[in-house]
């Protein structure tokens, strides 16, 4: 009886079938496994090799596309379990997770603790849990769900979850904006700024979760962001600062995981949103964060009541695990600069870095009153004199030098380009622009195709203010295939407006 | 520009793949589709033929399982689309789902409004909402985050969501028993009864959810539950009561949908469970309904407090929804009779309703009580009176005789049988048995292969109060591979006691 029944070996085949990010097996529905394991579709089992294992789904086949004892795989079961075509692989059946009992916890709106914080975390960035778990952690912790301790666990346990960088000087300076608006592409003109000074900002980002475009699909369309940890602290040391993608840098991986069921989910909820943006710039060696909350009435942070339980989250947490915050609540009402969507925010980057005379002065303005918030909380400059130097640094020349420099140790610099198709969309009638649907303008951006297609998105020619003829353009959509531009078309044909004029 | 972009045609290709219920359209990843409309892996699509249409998770192929031009379909795709290889199908972009907004304001804890459940029930039933999704809707709805009122609107939309059983005759009696106590399988004794005493009974079960059996999986192993609607009306209005399947009936089809997504999360919460119940008896053409709920330490319902709380709940919707609902608290200490499992149930019920000597006496006196509050429910019988009324009907054998009349109705009828792989748990002390882990007992009987396996399962030799020596057997286990009973005895291993001998 005690006979040992793992020893169930399958020949490897690589069928050619990419499914994002799931692990799939696929095995013959009369395969002797399957009949003694008790597998059916579905079913998740564990995949070795080696010494390694992964989880993957049963994709049950009835067909010629497998001889008898083959076992398929989808491109990244290969990738991750490291194995090819001929390859042995053998299967098991997945042990119960122990942690899911506290996500039932959970979801029944009891406390956990950091223990707990600590095994569902390890168990997610081991790929133990399946989508529609991790949706189920995400939802129980959405709302107001999490209370301050257990923010404070979360945060710790995914700073745990990954690498961590360090850094020889004491003092390690990050910035971030809470998403919601289009086009508040910042990051790219604070962190020459500040390397320019002569202070170290290794900046990683995020890829954009519900939003158009993140920082790092944005310097994507300049340069290489797919850097590794060695390549960050290359550029880092000669350059004092960077433009890294975070993910690739495993900084709190389990953290990517969760982010790309949010995404699908399209929520992003505030204990979550703060444990993700802290656990990233402490693991990335940060000691002082500005961290900017723009609030509006179509923002993400609706009411300034809302952006002021933000901040106080912010700062307590941050004292937990050791972080000096300082937070910038901010205007949230209307787009930044011109550009929604990869390439066209970084054609609105770069003529601010340029000092071009058509260069967005909002962005230009909102980024230097970062760069002084950050200039004044590592103490290099003294209170009220940060916006002052910044701008000095700016208009010089000396941050667009630094960009450049930054570019060329990242790998190169590339012009963004506009896509091939584009539509204007003009007011039907004449007078004064006095609201944007901030949301609506970031769903007309992706569904015309941005992040995925970067030179898909808007380019904006009215903010709040603007006086406008009958006829005048609004804006334009740009999209990378006529498909999605129609389907852009079609929603807004299909909403209320999104600009409102009177 | 306002050209037609949806016309992308493939041919159809049956890959032979079986991914359970779950769409899946295959298609190359160079294909003029994938680029001009942005498709990239795991969008979910739209896919059309003839007038149908379903929603498909793209899975990206690059090898030579597809010519160009050809788009795979997985079996369950095949069939909910009906095609077959060679067919022409179209794909487009799956439009933005409106009611995930309703969703999204659950899991920030607002209150939404009957329409918007309305809304939910309706797309989840037309196969809108992907996994995630569900999973999201179920866990905003966890816990305590549905009123009576929401409870209310969620059974209205379910029942609403599928086909309803109308019947001539005026008092329909229906049961339910809240589950999560091994073993506790009555419904089939108590339906011959009240058929048996001439009053109508359209029993339709469901299969196990969080259990290793479910009534319908119990029945399956002795006749066919898998009935259409125009079977269960032939086989009631014959005699007088039936043991369905309730999803081949479509009763509340959204609430198997739900189902499925709250097995895979091993979850059940109260106001779905409700909703659930509630939806399907109504759907059934129910008017008078028993409901049984089972408290113990490790039953689903912990403490008399909940299992009061559950019994206002049912009461107040059932009123809402004008249904006579009588709810019966009972002792949910220790599992009822001897065999967990499908198979080793149905021995049970057969030994019950042959009045053997040897029939599990605890299994027995449950179901008459059921089937007593249900004819005095009914009116039949006068208060007090229902469960010697029950118990002549089944002790004179007009039960068992009525139950064989309704088994060769629907199809005949099979012998119950033990699996293959049996080993004996035996006591390493002697005692007196003094409490069960109801939840370890039933995991052991799943991880043996109950349900999906029908004659897994355990066979139960030691209530509370059991005085045992060392070495007598407090339980077997059964399986059909060797595979499954070395796994849960590897589990067993690895837990505390779940007899407790003192």
Sequence with gaps: MKQPYHSNTLKVKALGIDTYRENNIYMLIDCDICRSEGFTALTRIVVHHNGKSIIATLNVVHSELLQENEGGLSDIALKRLDVKDGDLITVSHLKPI?????VRAKMYHKKIDEAAYYRIINDITNGLYSDIEIAA??????GDNLDLDEITWITRAMIDSGSKLEWDEKIILDKHSVGGLPGNRTTPIVVPIIAASGLTIPKTSSRAITSPAGTADTMETITTVNLSIEKIKEVV????????WGRLAKLSPADDILISIEKALDIDSAGQMIASVLSKKVAAGSTHVVIEIPFGETAKVRTHDEALKLQYYFKVIGDAIKLNVEVLITDGSQPVGKGIGPSLEAMDVLSVLRNQHDAPSDLKEKALMIAGAL????????K??????????LESG?????FKKICFAQGGITEPEFAEYKTEIKSEIAGIVTGIDNRKLAKVAKLAGAPHDPSAGIYFNSPIGTKVEKGQTLFSIYAESEGELQYAIDYLESVSPIIKIV
Tied chains: 1, 2.
Excluded: H, M, P, W
């Design 98 to 102: 122990e942690s899911l009992s506290d």
């Design 398 to 402: 000396k941050a667009y030098a630094k």
């Design 137 to 142: 952690f995400i939802t129980a912790c959405a």
């Design 237 to 244: 040391n000669k350059e004092g600062g960077c433009f890294a």
């Design 384 to 393: 009220g004199k940060g916006v002052s130097e910044a701008r000095q640094i």
């Design 375 to 382: 200039l004044e909380l590592s103490g290099k400059i003294e």
